[in-house]
């Protein structure tokens, strides 16, 4: 699809403050690699370098943003929120996603006790559907994905293929569940008797709200008993493991690789950022940013930052990494203050 940077402009609320309107904009890119026919957005400060030299037809900048640091030969459209104005003109632009065909695939294995209207479901090639589970009206399910006894799935969910949600778990409306997700597996509980591990029963269920969104193989484990629950529209990032009985709050947000230990709370609004983890039965509260490879060991009130492990207050973080860089110089200093003590010590 076509766009000139004055459609552009009226589709997202922006101001064209330079540039032709009726420019041919076909394509989206990065700063770094648009062309004079892509569109671009200037939206962190460490790509100012990058905006100066950019390429790009037209580009997306925030108000604050000085319009002489685009090059001469780019559009200049100011908006409020770069990034999120465009994703809405990618949007439009990418090519349209193939639509599930509704009804069932004739191979397809589908107890005659499920609830479902045929009519109104997608049902891929090598699914499993076992007794008692619900399906609601619009959801899609992708190919070779295992729906376990008892399961509930809302209305307009998605779960792409090779998925898997074991019995009794629930998923409310519009959930999605990329590639290879595990819902309801064992939570990892093991008692040492008479000097072997012996399993503990995984008898509870998972809980997905609304508008819960799960990354490509990422698990979340049943719980030991009652519920592992994800609230209202919190987002997963593929590769995310989130143990038995884990609790997390309504739009809190979970990077790739991150491991939560089971019985973890996480609270509303938390950004938990890549490679991190939570010990076990750990509360963070509210509006927390743990950043990247942090290492939650103890509760934390939240309306922070916290950084490093044991993760603390950034601020407290980075002044103990810069006493910690003068070491070696107070270390050096302190030697030579010794052989002088010495010097001055044997002269005597």
Not at 20 to 38: H, K, M, Q, Y
Not at 48 to 63: S, Y
Not at 204 to 216: F, I, R, T, W
């Amino acid at each position: 699809m076509k766009f000139s940077p004055l459609q552009i402009a009226e589709l997202v609320g922006a101001e064209l403050v330079r540039g032709a309107g009726d420019t041919e904009i076909t394509d989206v890119a990065s700063l770094t690699d648009a062309l004079s026919s892509d569109l671009s957005f200037f939206g962190n400060e460490k790509f100012f370098e990058q905006l100066k030299v950019t390429g790009a037809g037209a580009v997306l900048i925030p108000v604050q943003c000085p319009m002489d640091a685009v090059p001469e030969s780019a559009a200049v459209l100011v908006v409020e929120n770069p990034s999120v104005a465009f994703s809405k003109v990618a949007e439009k632009m990418r090519p349209e996603r193939p639509v599930p065909k509704m009804g069932v695939h004739s191979s397809a294995v589908i107890d005659d006790s499920v609830k479902l209207n045929r009519d109104a479901v997608s049902i891929g090639p090598g699914v499993c559907v076992e007794a008692g589970a619900e399906i609601g009206d619009g959801s899609v399910i992708g190919a070779n994905t295992y729906i376990g006894q008892g399961v509930k799935i809302g209305r307009n969910c998605h779960l792409y293929a090779n998925v898997s949600v074991r019995e009794w778990c629930e998923l409310r409306d519009r959930v999605v569940l990329h590639h290879g997700v595990v819902i309801g597996a064992d939570g990892f509980g093991y008692e040492l008797v008479d000097g072997r591990q012996q399993k503990v029963d995984q008898i509870g269920s998972v809980l997905l709200e609304n508008d819960v969104e799960v990354g490509a193989n990422s698990t979340i484990d049943r719980a030991r008993f009652g519920r592992t629950w994800l609230k209202e529209g919190v987002k997963i990032d593929n590769l995310v493991q989130i143990g038995h009985n884990c609790v997390i709050g309504k739009h809190t947000v979970v990077c790739a690789l991150t491991g939560l230990a089971g019985s973890s709370i996480i609270g509303e609004y938390v950004t938990i950022a890549a490679q991190s983890g939570v010990a076990g039965h750990i509360k963070v509260g509210d509006r927390s940013v743990i950043m990247g490879r942090g290492g939650v060991t103890k509760n934390l009130p939240g309306d922070d930052y916290y950084f490093g492990y044991p993760a603390q207050p950034a601020s407290v973080a980075r002044r103990e990494a810069v006493a910690l860089r003068k070491i070696p110089a107070m270390s050096k200093r302190l030697k030579a203050l010794e052989r002088k003590l010495e010097e001055q010590s044997g002269g005597e």
